[in-house]
């Protein structure tokens, strides 16, 4: 089973950045399509970035142009930078597979962005 470590979160202001990172116990990680989902507190869980095994994107309306996500394939990780942040993107960031079965959920990480 793949793992997932997402890390990098944190406690910042309005307009400050933050970059994420997930790292995958394995290198089957670099085949699947990946993608960065956020859960609010009360909200489900949705969707914000996804990247391709060749590294083609798409992101949420809500992050667009504010949002890019990388990977890098020899080291199974996967990123993502997050500019310009708002009170509105406070969530638990995580990353995952956006094929079926997924792997199994990492714990998250927290991002609080303060007005």
């Known amino acids: 089973q793949v793992q997932l470590v997402e890390s990098g979160g944190g406690l910042v202001q309005a307009g400050e950045s933050l970059r994420l990172s997930c790292v995958a116990s394995?290198?089957?990680?670099?085949?699947?399509?990946m993608g960065w989902y956020r859960q609010a507190p009360g909200k489900q869980r949705e969707l914000v970035a996804s990247?391709?095994?060749?590294?083609?994107?798409n992101y949420a309306d809500s992050v667009k142009g504010r949002f890019s996500i990388s990977r890098d394939n020899a080291k199974n990780t996967m990123y993502l930078q997050m500019n310009s942040l708002k009170p509105e993107d406070t969530a638990v960031y995580y990353c995952?597979?956006?094929?079926?079965?997924?792997?199994?959920w990492g714990q998250g990480t927290q991002v609080t962005v303060s007005s």
């Open positions: 995952n597979t956006l094929s079926t079965p997924r792997f199994p």
């Open positions: 394995e290198s089957r990680f670099r085949f699947n399509i």
């Open positions: 990247i391709t095994s060749g590294s083609f994107t």
